[in-house]
């Protein structure tokens, strides 16, 4: 039996970008242990057969003190990096008996790792920051499997969640999924008055609207929370709560939503609609239909360039409908008119 270590602690988009490696990985004759961040720990239900470790997005000391311990009294025949850290990328200088897959990366400015570390790599993949990528970061993680693996495709390896009765009971019929991201909207200057606007108008294209806000805790999104609370009906499901607004007829504020509860709702939804990220790649994952939204500003052709290289890495194998949202709240409706049906 091969022990295998994956370093994942990353964003939950991220998460998504290798759940077929990780599956394949997942294999009977593997032993798999997996570290997770804080923001992506809220699908760790995906790994119940596996060792799962949290550690800090940002790595801190005591964190690489942990990771090289584990790594000294496991004796792993293998390690997958699969998140950036330029600590990671000094582990096969160190461990020299053990196989190393990683995911490298070619900058504008320097590359992770240099081409020194890269030497002590068995297997690595290079995403390119400088030129557009043939192939995204998915398909380059999925390389990473050695020539006696077979890529697992249907995720059978994992613990992919059947069914929620508390969920079935309290969610409307046919929906959208739509999520809020402040930062996002704040950028293109839209008011309290233009978001519901915009939730009425999704909501004469479909039967109900189940949106959610940032799960950050703050100041800032706090805001939006107890606007949303005040002025929407919501849905609790950690409380099995759900509240009607009579001026709010079929739109839905998801409460304090979990990793768990948001992969089983977009599994079930008619479509979604979101910034580009967590819910685009869950939507990958169960084949649902999803319309990214993207509103970074076009200076000049540098720009240009470097959204598309960015979309190779990230977007290219997807085959999503996207848009480019307007600051003025009547252009981004015309825009998607024809979008969300």
């Known amino acids: 039996m091969s022990k295998i270590l994956i370093l994942k602690n990353d964003r939950a988009g991220d998460l998504f970008t290798s759940l077929k490696l990780i599956s394949t990985l997942c294999a009977d004759l593997h032993k798999v242990s997996i570290y997770l961040s804080e923001l992506n720990f809220s699908f760790n239900f995906l790994f119940k057969n596996q060792i799962v470790k949290k550690i800090n997005y940002d790595l801190t000391i005591l ?9 000294v009294i496991n004796n792993y025949d293998k390690i997958y990096i699969l998140s950036p850290k330029s600590f990671y990328f000094l582990l096969p ?13 070619d900058g504008l400015k320097r590359d992770r790792p240099n081409k020194f570390l890269r030497k002590f790599i068995f297997k690595y993949r ?4 400088k030129n557009i990528n043939i192939y995204s970061y998915r398909q380059l993680q999925e390389q990473l ?3 006696d693996e077979v890529l697992v495709e249907d995720y059978n390896n994992l613990n992919v969640p059947k069914n929620n009765e508390i969920i079935n009971k309290l969610i409307p019929g046919k929906y959208i999924f739509f999520q809020f991201r402040y930062k996002f909207f704040e950028k293109l200057n839209w008011t309290h008055k233009d978001i519901l606007f915009f939730l009425n108008f999704l909501k004469s294209k479909h039967d109900n609207v189940l949106f959610c806000s940032d799960i950050e805790d703050n100041a800032q999104s706090n805001v939006y929370k107890t606007f949303f609370s005040e002025n929407c009906s919501y ?16 739109i839905y504020y998801l409460k304090e939503l979990t990793g768990l509860d948001m992969f089983y709702l977009i599994k079930k939804s008619s479509m979604c609609l979101a910034k580009e990220g ?6 990958f994952f169960h084949n649902v239909k ?5 509103n970074f500003e076009i200076k000049n052709n540098a720009d240009i360039r470097h ?9 290219k194998d997807m085959n999503f409908s996207f848009s480019f949202l307007d600051k003025n709240i009547n252009k981004t409706i015309n825009k998607l008119k024809k979008q969300i049906l």
Do not use: M, T
């Open 63 to 71: 964190d690489k003190l942990k990771i090289l311990y584990n790594i």
């Open 93 to 105: 200088l160190v461990f020299r008996n053990i196989k190393f897959y990683a995911i490298v990366y």
């Open 126 to 129: 290079v995403v390119s920051r």
């Open 145 to 147: 499997i050695d020539k």
């Open 235 to 250: 849905i609790d499901i950690n409380k099995n709560i759900k509240s009607e607004n009579p001026n709010s007829k079929g």
């Open 278 to 283: 967590i819910v685009s790649h869950i939507c």
């Open 290 to 294: 999803c319309h990214n939204l993207f």
């Open 307 to 315: 959204q598309k290289i960015s979309y190779s890495e990230w977007c």
